[in-house]
């Protein structure tokens, strides 16, 4: 009977202790968990307009509802133009602020944009100037029928 009872006694002291503990099966879910929460890698969009011989391009990192990125406005006949844009998504619409050169001078204008699938259409309103800056008095009168950026290659972005 003895040889019985040890052997009994060794299978459970074995079988206890092979059992995780709590905390080590908590500690490695919580690991696998925070591995899993990195930051999303977010890829910059390009969309295109073509006017005619224009060419406007916008190249924006959208990010929950922050916006930024850069433009590139190449006028056949006129001056060209290139910055960086910054601003928010509001719902459908994106308000940016454009931080350009042009003929040498720094300049700074508020554009709107309304996404319509995925396309972006330009906001048109009057505007007012103070100093180098040309902003939108009036959010709510701005008319979203101006030229309208389709969805293209960033390898087909224009260069100044």
Known sequence: MRPVFFILITVIFFACHNTPRQSETSSEDSVAITAEKTEPVVDAQ???SVAAKDTYALKLTIID???KGTAVFKNFEKDSNHGTLEGR???DIVRLWYN???EGMN???ELYFKKEGDKWVTGVSNEAT?????YVPDAKA????GPVYIKGDCAA???L
């Open 46 to 48: 390009c969309y295109l």
């Open 142 to 145: 701005v008319v979203y029928n």
């Open 100 to 102: 350009f050169q042009s």
């Open 65 to 67: 509802t922050s916006v």
């Open 107 to 109: 300049s700074v204008r």
């Open 130 to 134: 103070r100093a180098d800056t040309a």
């Open 89 to 91: 998504v509001e719902g």
């Open 157 to 159: 972005f224009p260069e």
